[in-house]
């Protein structure tokens, strides 16, 4: 390879819960550099989330709910001899929690409902309740993997 791998940045924790992974979510979910706008966004959803589900507490309901949603394997391709196959292999543990917050935020902003915070709790009502659109992308993502078993002794 050329270039030395890039180097991992350390990040801030949250100022209401003191977590990295929530500020790692929250630059997720930000546009166009509005990291105020997204944390606002975050803890008005997490608000929602609080008063529906009273037995648990938000932060836990979100973290089981991003849980629910990483996938614990994925396919990629792999041309071998003229002929492209879909290799299952398993995920990074940090390659897992960033495709599960992408999704949870990708499914969040395909609802329709009335706010994008209402949108995003709705969305992780769903995934604790292993439901959902992200929760499906995960099962077609195991599925797709466990077709594609039978290539697995390709893998690199």
Do not use: C
Not at 126 to 133: D, L, P, Q, S, V
């Amino acid at each position: 390879m050329r270039k030395s791998r890039a180097k991992k940045r350390i990040l801030m924790p949250d100022p209401k819960f003191g977590s990295v992974e929530v500020t790692r979510f929250v630059n997720n979910l930000m546009l166009d550099g509005k990291k105020s706008i997204a944390f606002k966004v975050f803890y008005r959803a997490l608000d929602v989330v609080a008063s529906k589900i009273e037995e648990e507490e938000a932060l836990v309901v979100w973290q089981k709910a991003l849980e629910n949603i990483t996938p614990h394997v994925e396919v990629r391709s792999r041309r071998i001899g003229g002929a492209t196959f879909q290799i299952p292999q398993p995920v990074r543990e940090d390659r897992k929690v960033s495709l599960g917050m992408k999704w949870l935020i990708a499914a969040a902003r395909g609802r329709n409902e009335k706010t994008m915070a209402v949108n995003l709790a709705s969305e992780i009502i769903a995934g604790y309740k292993e439901e959902g659109a992200a929760y499906k992308k995960k099962m077609d993502t195991h599925r797709m993997a466990e077709a594609n078993k039978a290539f697995s002794h390709f893998r690199f």
